[in-house]
């Protein structure tokens, strides 16, 4: 047998439970954050063996390796001891998945070349289990051909994995790429690894938190919504291969690594975001809560309370219902994506939610009863009901995470019969 030896495959949901992880630590000033790495790795679930080079050990002591890890750290292929004890060939059989972080110029050539001259090296080349690369290094060192040859060589030929590096000011003064991933992001590169890529090329529209449908210039009617099950559901997508357009209304959540991100303020803004992306992908997906109604004529300048009056009224209109506008297109055309809807009611829930299945002409509707304290707005679980024509299925309380891949699951099921 050669080659890369078949991938585990593992719960998209938590990738890393039970596996095996060596983390290889190259001779940079990044192998610090080798330690942050390590713990986030054992914190989701993995066991970890640290793999060093000789170099390395002059950055961080492999003592604190073997305290966050429970297990010898493995520095020296030579050393009658650590051979016996270890074994390069043992560690490299035993691995699912080898993550060199950071993988310095040095090790990168040196792995190109197929060069085994210590552990790190020898585990790399021993094992059938992917390998998966955060190189760090100087701007100029990065940037050379020869380095960036041989990254494509472990790329194209032994289908390597390669995550960063990032682009900023580098421990040598210099700015530009050359920066270790953040080691939440070589995480997440891992999990990619470890995952079904069954939304593989899949394009797939996602909408997220509440709109705000403007007053005047510093006020506005919003709504409870966090984005946070929106932005679960898009990074679980992209965990499995999807190309993800998130347009997100406003929130205070992070900016997602490697998606693309549309802002958006209001109902309107987001119905010409869905315009421009909704057609040509697989699937839709509508977890933002949209206002239905707006302030019939904002002001363009601050409303001041003597010029309102004591009881003030507000005029209403209308905002579109998107998803149900998309519904409609979708019959009209005969063609179009997979239409996922979400219902957050406090009360019929399950009623509601098929009513709306009906009325907006889609898929699937993820219903929710928003008066639960653990599910629906800004709570970090959710419990839902998929409701569908030929019936419903309960998913039960969990992670907002969770409850996105298992969400997606069916999505990735609906969408596997139809054409695009
Ligand atoms: N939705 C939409 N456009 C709107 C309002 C809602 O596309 N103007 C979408 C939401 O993103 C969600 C689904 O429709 O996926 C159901 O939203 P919900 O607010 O529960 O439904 P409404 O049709 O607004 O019904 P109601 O507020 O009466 O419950």
Redesign the pocket.
Known sequence: MSGPRERKVQDPAAPLKDVEIVVGVGGGIAAYKACELVRLFIKAGAKVQVVMTRRATKFVGPLTFQALTGRKTFTDLFSLTQESEIGHIQVADRADLVVVAPATANVCARLAAGITDDALTSVCLATRAPVLLAPSMNVNMWQHPITQANLRRLVDVAGTFVVGPGDGFLACRWTGPGRLAEPADIVEAACRVLSPQDLAGKRLVI?AGPTHEALDPVRYLGNRSSGKMGYALAAAAARRGALVTLIAGPTALPEPVGLDVVHVED?RA?EAALGSHAWGASAVI???????FRPAAPSDKKLKRTEIGLQPTIVLDS????????GAERARRGDGPLL??????THDVVG?ARA?LT??Q?DL??ANDVTEPDAGFAVDTNRVVLVEASGTREIPLADKAVVAHRILDRVVELIAPRAR
Not at 286 to 292: L, S
Request: glycine share 10%; proline share 3%.
């Open positions: 909408t109902a987001m509508m977890a933002a809560a949209i206002a239905d905002n579109p219902d998107l998803l149900g506008g998309l996922v809807g979400f219902a957050a009611e509601y709306k009325a907006k889609v509707m993820v």
